[in-house]
């Protein structure tokens, strides 16, 4: 098992820290054919103060007592213009369990491991309207899903077990499932969608971490057609993430990892991997109506430019409470329906030309965006 997957907090991490397992996927509506992008996600929050009820830091209650958020959460939803929606269902720390050696959490009824996924998420209007601590719209998803990882993405030094042992960053990244292959099947408000393996288009990765980055920079794709072909691409995936790393309490430059998977080859631009002399430069500017990654990087040998923007329409702002108790990002632009263009080059050394290597164009990527409040 991957257990730059598995469960992550103890010791100061589980007093003030964070743990989730993200998964997105699309589905096709059973009726219509309509293709539905869903996301789903296992979370935890400060387990060391847990209390016999879920202890959500957004209420009054709660703030006034002085007490940071401890629960474990169900989080699911779909994204879609006059359709997203995020819904929460908070849980008491005696009903959640994680192994240390992979993904294997248990919340409630609901499971994920490395190869299924089954849970279900429910919360009335009058619920929701009655406790905006929560930050849930109202609704209810349920899903039985198989998961076949076909491509992962490992930071590399930044997740090795010493970088964990001694705490070095704020916060963590790891993609077991940069490309994953899911089947079975969805209902959202009484809805069906099925989840097929070729369609899906899935990915599953974790955070984890004493506290949130800002800004926030995420964007996948793995529904990737060849510009030269014409063909989709079976075993071709963009992970992309980070912006403003922390290491040791230390605020560094901007930054980004960004991963590129295409039919057998590996490219990557990490800024920790200094030797590699990798450069990368982003700007992902918010208009009124969609919000962009342009994102550049380069090595020595590899280039890509990476286009692609999200109509804010179809996105949510996605809620998370900090460890500490408040909520900084309340702009955390988050969606499913990214789609635009990938271009990469090689050469065989410094002073060589540039060789394009393909363009790739892409839809129904998951992306997200977001800086703190000033």
Request: charged content about 25%; aromatic content about 12%; some cysteine.
């Amino acid at each position: 098992m991957d257990r730059r997957n598995a469960y992550m907090l103890r010791g100061r991490l589980a007093r003030r820290g964070y743990d989730w397992w993200w998964h997105s996927l699309v589905g096709v509506d059973a009726e219509t054919g309509e293709r539905q992008p869903f996301f789903i996600e296992y979370y935890v929050v400060n387990p060391a103060l847990a209390e016999a009820l879920p202890v959500p830091g957004q209420s009054p209650a709660n703030k006034a007592a002085g007490k940071r958020p401890s629960y474990a959460m169900l989080k699911a939803g779909r994204w879609g213009e006059g359709r997203a929606a995020q819904i929460h269902n908070l849980y008491p720390l005696s009903a959640f369990s994680a192994s240390r050696e992979g993904m294997d959490v248990r919340i409630g009824d609901s499971v994920a491991t490395e190869t299924r996924l089954s849970g279900r998420v429910a919360l009335s209007a009058a619920e929701a309207a009655a406790h905006p601590e929560y930050m849930s719209d109202a609704g209810e998803m349920s899903w039985e899903l198989e998961a076949e990882k076909q491509l992962a993405y490992s930071v590399g030094w930044g997740t090795s077990a010493l970088a964990r042992r001694i705490d070095a960053f704020q916060m963590y990244w790891h993609a077991a499932g940069m490309k994953t292959r899911y089947k079975g099947r969805i209902t959202f408000n009484g809805r069906e969608y099925r989840v097929d393996p070729e369609s899906s288009a899935g990915y599953q990765d974790k955070n984890w971490g004493r506290d949130y980055t800002s800004p926030w920079i995420w964007l996948n794709c793995n529904n990737l057609r060849s510009e030269k072909t014409g063909k989709l691409l079976e075993r071709t995936s963009l992970d992309l993430g980070g912006a403003q790393p922390v290491a040791f309490g230390v605020s560094l430059p901007r930054r980004l990892l960004v991963a590129f998977h295409h039919e057998g080859e590996f490219y990557e631009w990490n800024f920790s991997k200094f030797w590699k002399g990798s450069r990368q430069r982003f700007d992902c500017p918010v208009t009124a109506d969609k919000v962009e990654w342009n994102v550049d990087a380069e090595d020595p040998r590899t280039r890509i430019e990476i286009r692609f923007s999200c109509p804010r329409a179809t996105m949510l702002n996605v809620n998370y409470e900090n460890p500490d108790g408040e909520k900084r990002h309340n702009a955390l632009w988050n969606g499913g329906y990214a789609s635009g263009t990938i271009r990469l080059w090689r050469r065989g050394g410094r002073g060589a030309a540039w060789e394009e290597v393909d363009c790739f164009h892409g839809e129904l990527g998951g992306c997200e965006y977001g800086e703190y409040d000033r």
